[in-house]
C-alpha cells in the first residue's frame, strides 16, 4: 500500500513569508508526527497527533510554527514570517495505534528553504 | 549536553567489513531503542527496535543495548554497498506512540 506522502518535496520562499506543508499519513494512521531535520542532525521532535488533536507540541520551536489535522488524517504544518533559520527537512511520520512497538513509518520530507 | 550522543563519522569500510555504530545516552528513563536507516533524501526507516537491556538479531544486523551503562550498539556483518546511508539511533520512555529522540547519525559509506 502507498507510504506517507509529504507535498511539496521542496519549497524555496523568502525570509517572512508563510508557508504550508502538508502530511499523508499512511491509511488507518490515528498517530501522526512532525519532525524537522537540520543538516547533519537527527530528526527533532515537533508535534504529535493522536487522532484530530494534538497530543503533544511541546517541541514547537515558538508560536510561529502551527499544525492542525481537523479530520484525523492528512495534516498541515505552517509556519508563519518564516526565518532563514527555520531551512530543514520537515519530516512527517505516522503509526497505528495499540499493543506494541508501534513503528512510526517516515515521509520523504519537505525541504524548506529560507532565503 | 543532548540527550542522545552519536558520532557523526563519517565512516568508510570496505566490503565484507563488520560494522560498528553506537550512541549513549543521558535520560534513563529510555527503555524502547531503534536504529534508523536514512538514506539520501529519503525518510527513515525502522531497522531495529530493542526493549531494555540485550541483544537481538536479524539477518546481518545485531543491536545490543547496556542499559546501565547508558549504551547502545548496532553491528552490520559482511557489509554491502547498499549498507552505504546515515544510521540513526532512536529512542522513547515509553512503548505505542511516542515521540522520539533521535542521535544525529552515523553516514556509513562501504567501498565495493
Known amino acids: 500500500g502507498a507510504g506517507v506522502s509529504q507535498t511539496p518535496s521542496n519549497k524555496v520562499t523568502e525570509k517572512g513569508k508563510y508557508v504550508e506543508l502538508r502530511c499523508d499519513p499512511i491509511s488507518g494512521h490515528t498517530a501522526l508526527y512532525w519532525y524537522r531535520q537540520s543538516l547533519g542532525q537527527g530528526p527533532e521532535f515537533l508535534i504529535y497527533f493522536q487522532g484530530t488533536g494534538a497530543a503533544d507540541d511541546s517541541g514547537l520551536p515558538n508560536d510561529r510554527f502551527f499544525a492542525v489535522r481537523p479530520e484525523g488524517s492528512v495534516s498541515t504544518l505552517k509556519i508563519q514570517r518564516t526565518e532563514r533559520g527555520d531551512s530543514a527537512v520537515y519530516l512527517c511520520?505516522?503509526?497505528?495505534?495499540?499493543?506494541?512497538?508501534?513503528?512510526?513509518?517516515f515521509g520523504p520530507g519537505t525541504r524548506l528553504t529560507v532565503l | 549536553q543532548k540527550e542522545v550522543e552519536q558520532d557523526p563519522g563519517p565512516l568508510s569500510v570496505p566490503e565484507g567489513a563488520i560494522v560498528s555504530l553506537n550512541c549513549t545516552y543521558s535520560n534513563s528513563a529510555f527503555q524502547y531503542f531503534m536504529w534508523y536507516r536514512q538514506y539520501s533524501r529519503k525518510g527513515p526507516e525502522l531497522l531495529m527496535y530493542?526493549?531494555?537491556?540485550g541483544n537481538k538479531e536479524d539477518g546481518r544486523f545485531t543491536a545490543q543495548v547496556d542499559k546501565s551503562s547508558k549504551y547502545i550498539s548496532l553491528f552490520i556483518r559482511d557489509s554491502q554497498p547498499s549498507d552505504s546511508a546515515t544510521y540513526l539511533c532512536a529512542m522513547s520512555a515509553n512503548s505505542g506512540n511516542t515521540p522520539l529522540v533521535f542521535g544525529k547519525g552515523t553516514r556509513l559509506s562501504v567501498i565495493a
Open positions: 530493542t526493549y531494555s537491556s
Open positions: 511520520a505516522s503509526s497505528s495505534t495499540g499493543a506494541g512497538d508501534n513503528e512510526q513509518f
